[in-house]
């Protein structure tokens, strides 16, 4: 784009009053590239809005798997599904009636993801088997150098953009026991985030360590293969909880106990958008109500716990052991609660043997186990570690931020953020299911979509006002740490319990509030809080990107347009429905 001359001078850019004006109009769509990292649920969602709600964006996502779906692509073991409700877990833009069941096989959501995917154009832009190696700022060029190594060819190149987006997801870098001997277990070992399918437990002394919510699912398939003894190393007491969508399906006139969906409900509600409709919302209300079981001592967390511990008693009536071993201190939601369906019956089979003593080491041929009283060895065909991921960590891979500073060394005592999406020190590098972005109760899903409006904004505002690079102020940062650690305070989630939702006494993992909490406080974003690097450079005139006084929409007269125009209610403007539905903010 070039310049045309101010009436009265000549001058190149600001000096004194005489101003050399951009010859582009005022949206000002100064070409931009962007670089995504990862094609989950996150990464897919900015695939379809950032060609969307952007123009003269260049955008590539590289995903080092084979195919979409992130964590729904790695996790492929035996009952991986959904823990919430399905018709909860999706976008909204996307509302899917085929669930096969509420609480949808990982199979299936992989599935519904990569059908987005291709039915809103994302795949046109997102790179399989490609590996994203090294991040680093260039400070002189203001732009992110990426270095990403093609796996089917083994090529490595190095990628340049404007705008760095990590959308990595925080459950897919596998994290295995610490547990002396582990490389030298002489049977099949494997990891409950890259499972290997191909291999047959039938006959099989099978070992699993961990009770965590994939262990919860992987129990109790096992214990139903042919020939199978399992053998459960757990030493952490964990509730597990009613069905999240109970409720739900009781209001809806449905049974309970009875998840799976008939093929003339699927098509029912795939003919009856109403009907979807109504599910959907019993089931978001539902998750959105529940926020006061995560404040300690309120009457519902006090009536969840009484629900729970009932529950567990009824089902480990004949195994007091057991219940002993099971039953937590901490209140439910310390740790992340799994429904479990299943998984305490399997612990009755003649098949399970639950050992709750420490692990000494792991041996060529099993696992031993040490008290002050015993040694024991249980010897074993196969060790299944459930035992979970690396959370609000730094990627795999090297990022390096101003003056080199990795973010490695960046959150080395703790992974900091502003609002999770981005720290202070790595310009134009935005995060989405940062550190503090998961959540207890309420939808995951929708806060992912308010966090990518916002990053769509910052990206915005970065092309249309000629910023070169943004960033969060360090202040702003410290100020949102001070916040997450006050408000968890009085939250189930700092008892104590072991948890992938803490690292060092600090909760790292969730979003300090509820999900509507999350969605409000997203929703306009305070750009005071970020710091800002003009195109125009010091001494330039910051208001230049308003252009050659020219605008250039679709339709010249787009005001006038009925789904422009909010007619105010006669009489009793205040009573507009829209309004009164949304938190009052603006």
Not at 228 to 239: D, E, G, H, V
Not at 306 to 317: D, I, N, T
Not at 561 to 583: F, H, I, L, S, T
């Amino acid at each position: 784009m070039g310049d045309i001359p101010a009436v009265n001078g000549t001058c190149n850019g600001h000096h004194g009053d005489e101003l050399l004006l951009k010859e582009a109009p005022v949206e000002n769509l100064r070409p931009l590239k962007v670089i995504v990292v990862g094609a989950g649920f996150s990464g897919i969602l900015m695939a379809i809005r950032i060609p969307e709600r952007l123009r003269n964006v260049e955008l590539v996502v590289y995903e080092k798997n084979d195919g979409v779906g992130g964590v729904w692509w790695l996790n492929r073991y035996p009952g991986v599904a959904c823990d919430i409700p399905s018709h909860s877990y999706q976008y909204s833009f996307a509302p899917n009636p085929h669930w096969s069941n509420l609480y949808a096989p990982g199979s299936e959501i992989q599935k519904y993801l990569e059908g987005v995917a291709e039915r809103f154009g994302a795949m046109r832009f997102i790179k399989t088997r490609h590996r994203v190696d090294h991040g680093e700022w260039d400070d002189a060029a203001k732009k992110w150098r990426v270095k990403v190594t093609n796996l089917a060819t083994g090529e490595t190149f190095e990628d340049a953009a404007n705008v760095l987006i990590t959308a990595r997801g925080q459950l897919n870098n596998v994290s295995w026991p610490n547990i002396p001997g582990l490389d030298t277990f002489q049977g099949k070992v494997m990891h409950s985030g890259e499972w290997d399918t191909s291999y047959d437990f039938r006959n099989k002394r099978i070992g699993v360590i961990g009770n965590g919510s994939s262990a919860i699912q992987i129990i109790p398939n096992l214990q139903k293969v042919e020939g199978a003894k399992l053998t459960c190393f757990m030493r952490s007491p964990t509730w597990i909880a009613s069905p999240f969508g109970d409720q739900g399906m009781i209001e809806l006139g449905l049974d309970p106990a009875e998840t799976a969906f008939s093929d003339e409900q699927r098509q029912k509600l795939a003919a009856n958008p109403d009907e979807l409709f109504k599910v959907r919302k019993v089931f978001e209300t539902g998750g959105n109500i529940i926020h006061d079981s995560t404040i300690r001592g309120t009457p519902m967390q006090i009536a969840f716990q009484e629900s729970f511990r009932e529950s567990m008693q009824v089902k480990l009536a004949t195994r007091p052991d057991l219940l002993a071993l099971l039953i937590p201190a901490f209140a439910p939601g310390c740790r992340r609660l799994t429904p479990g369906k299943g998984f305490l019956e399997s612990l009755l089979e003649p098949n399970v043997t639950v050992v709750s003593s420490p692990i000494a080491q792991i041996t060529p041929t099993g696992v031993e186990t040490k008290t002050t009283d015993a040694t024991a060895h249980h010897p074993l065909d196969v060790l299944v570690c459930a035992t979970g991921f690396h959370v609000s960590s730094p990627p795999p891979f090297p990022l390096l931020g101003l003056n080199r500073l990795p973010l490695s060394a960046r959150w080395h005592k703790r992974a900091e953020s502003y609002l999770s999406l981005a720290v202070d020190g790595f310009p134009n590098l935005l995060m989405l299911f940062g550190p503090n972005s998961a959540i207890g109760s309420g939808s995951l899903t929708k806060i992912l979509e308010a966090e990518a409006d916002y990053i769509l904004a910052a990206v915005r505002k970065l092309q249309k006002e000629d910023y070169a690079s943004m960033a969060p102020r360090r202040a702003r940062v410290r100020d949102f740490m001070a916040y997450v650690d006050g408000y968890f305070k009085r939250t189930v989630y700092t008892d104590q319990c072991r948890s992938w939702y803490t690292r060092d006494g600090k909760v790292v993992g969730l979003w300090p509030g509820s999900t509507l909490h999350a969605l409000e406080t997203l929703r306009n974003p305070r750009w005071e809080d970020w710091e800002y690097e003009s195109l125009e450079g010091e001494g330039g005139n910051a208001l230049r990107w308003l252009g050659n006084g020219n605008s250039e929409p679709g339709d010249p007269s787009w005001y006038i347009n009925p789904d422009e125009v909010e007619v105010p209610v006669e009489g009793r403007p205040e009573d507009n429905k829209r309004y009164r539905a949304r938190p009052w903010s603006y």
